[in-house]
């Protein structure tokens, strides 16, 4: 897309003066922007720089008078959110206790494209105030639910990945006395085999069970929303 | 929740006991325990969450390996959570694989506890004297606070009956008072071994030749007895065979040939008794 380009140039060396300005292209091109991949390389998001030149909707009127409005708008409905200004509108920035995002809201953001220009003639010719707004349908959103869920599943996952990482260290611990001559020492120093056994497996299950406890503890009071 | 986590972490530590009879050098035991702790840790999950989801039972081999029956076990209870309402007691378990999985990882537990310990007894480690693969059935091998008569004075009776040389070497060549020792160990009753702190008969030590070399003698052919309340001080050059002789008794390695009795009990068949009998500063 050329809207991150030198428009002038563009306009003149490769589009040889087609449009009158850049948002006239800009509203022939507007469907494309949604499908069109967005090159992640050599781009930093963080200051949204180039983004900024990109319009949030333009408008096309074909016919405005005291009788008739006749136009076309558009509204960039990227469904990338860096290809959005944080203009307000389409796209929100959101600092709350639970979340620290910024969300698209596009079919809000169309909704008030459409209610600025027909709240505005509206009062120009009949002095009304015009006020639209959207409400959905009140579905609880059950964000404690969810994160419940995603934790079940983490769990899954995580949780037999950390704790069969005692087994390295239970055989490592048997083999290093083995392999210094440390068990045959402590044999012909009169040790019984089974009270080894014992011990180790004692010592091995309490280790064991302290990392349970860890995470027990982790799940039980640490991560409660 | 508790009996899955109990019983994994008893069926790991069996398995690792299991483990350990294989392994001799510690760097290998890492390495292989974090492969293997690692991969089926992977290969569970792959076929808990891709392949076998939980509507559909995973085949019974897979419970062979206790990472296997955890996962499994973790997965069910976590889906019974999402799903319904988390398990509180073992009762509640609906689903009979889960049941399973977790029932498996106490026969884990045991089965790799007891082939743990069997195989640590019989199969060779680097130091220490390996028992015979059927000394649970073998009564006559197997050992006990007790002395054993018979098999004092085998040595003797096996020379006489099957006409074994006795010595690769010339007795000749032997200073006047080992020959001496020699000739009082021989003469020995066996019926007063027990009175004496140590004997030693014939006690021999080959390493194996390593690359198509000979055998190398460490010990040659031992034979001693110490009286109660004998001192011993054992003086040798380099190479001399000190270290092996006392290795042999303290069972450290197994002897070639001949045997000892250390306060009437025999190091072949009766170590772990002489092993309570003697101190070792190494």
Redesign the interface.
């Given at each position: 897309m050329p809207y991150f380009k030198d428009w002038e140039s563009f306009n003149r060396d490769e589009m040889l003066n087609k449009y009158e300005d850049s948002d006239a292209f800009i509203y022939e091109h507007l469907d494309n922007l949604g499908h069109t991949p967005i090159n992640f390389v050599n781009r930093t998001f963080d200051d949204n720089a180039d983004v900024t030149a990109l319009p949030d909707a333009v408008y096309k009127v074909f016919e405005a008078n005291q009788k008739k409005l006749n136009y076309e708008f558009k509204v960039n409905d990227h469904h990338v959110w860096q290809y959005h200004r944080n203009n307000g509108f389409s796209k929100i920035t959101i600092h709350s206790k639970h979340l620290d995002a910024q969300i698209l809201r596009i079919i809000e953001g169309q909704v008030e494209t459409a209610y600025t220009i027909n709240a505005a003639y509206i009062k120009q010719n009949f002095n009304t105030t015009l006020v639209v707004g959207i409400n959905y349908y009140p579905f609880e959103y059950d964000i404690y639910g969810l994160l419940d869920?995603v934790m079940?599943?983490a769990?899954?996952?995580v949780?037999?990945?950390c704790?069969?990482?005692?087994?390295?260290?239970?055989?490592?611990s048997?083999?290093?006395e083995?392999?210094?001559?440390l068990?045959?020492?402590m044999?012909?120093?009169?040790m019984?085999?089974s009270n080894y056994?014992m011990v180790?497996?004692v010592f091995?299950?309490l280790f064991?069970?302290l990392t349970?406890a860890i995470f027990y503890f982790w799940g039980s009071y640490v991560f409660q929303f | 929740m508790f009996v899955v986590l109990n019983g994994w972490g008893m069926a790991q530590i069996s398995w690792a006991f299991f483990a350990s009879v294989f392994l001799n050098k510690a760097q290998v035991a890492s390495i292989v325990g974090y492969g293997i702790a690692v991969y089926f840790m992977a290969i569970a999950q792959i076929i808990g969450n891709v392949i076998y989801v939980i509507p559909f039972n995973m085949p019974w081999y897979y419970h062979l390996v206790p990472t296997f029956s955890f996962v499994r076990a973790m997965q069910h209870l976590t889906i019974e959570c999402l799903a319904n309402s988390c398990y509180g007691k073992f009762d509640d378990l609906t689903a009979t694989e889960a049941r399973v999985s977790i029932a498996m990882l106490y026969v884990h537990t045991v089965v790799y506890a007891a082939l743990a310990w069997y195989l640590n007894q019989v199969v060779p480690q680097t130091y220490g004297v390996p028992k015979k693969w059927n000394f649970l059935w073998d009564k006559k091998n197997r050992s006990g606070n007790s002395y054993d008569f018979d098999e004092i004075g085998d040595l003797e009776n096996d020379r006489e009956n099957n006409n074994v040389p006795v010595f690769d070497y010339e007795t000749s060549l032997e200073d006047a008072d080992a020959q001496a020792e020699r000739n009082i160990v021989y003469n020995l009753d066996k019926a007063d071994y027990y009175k004496y702190p140590l004997i030693i008969k014939d006690l021999r030590k080959e390493f194996k030749g390593v690359g198509g070399r000979k055998n190398k003698v460490a010990c040659k052919n031992f034979s001693l007895r110490i009286k109660k309340g004998e001192m011993l001080g054992l003086l040798g050059p380099n190479g001399a065979g000190k270290t092996t002789l006392i290795s042999m008794l303290t069972g450290l390695y197994p002897a070639s040939s001949g045997n000892a009795w250390v306060a009437g009990f025999d190091i072949k068949n009766q170590l772990d008794v002489v092993q309570l009998q003697i101190g070792l500063c190494p």
């Open positions: 869920r079940n599943v769990t899954v996952i949780v037999p990945i704790l069969c990482m005692g087994f390295p260290i239970f055989l490592l048997i083999v290093t083995k392999e210094k001559r068990l045959e020492i044999k012909i120093n009169g019984k085999m056994w180790n497996y091995n299950y064991y069970l349970v | -």
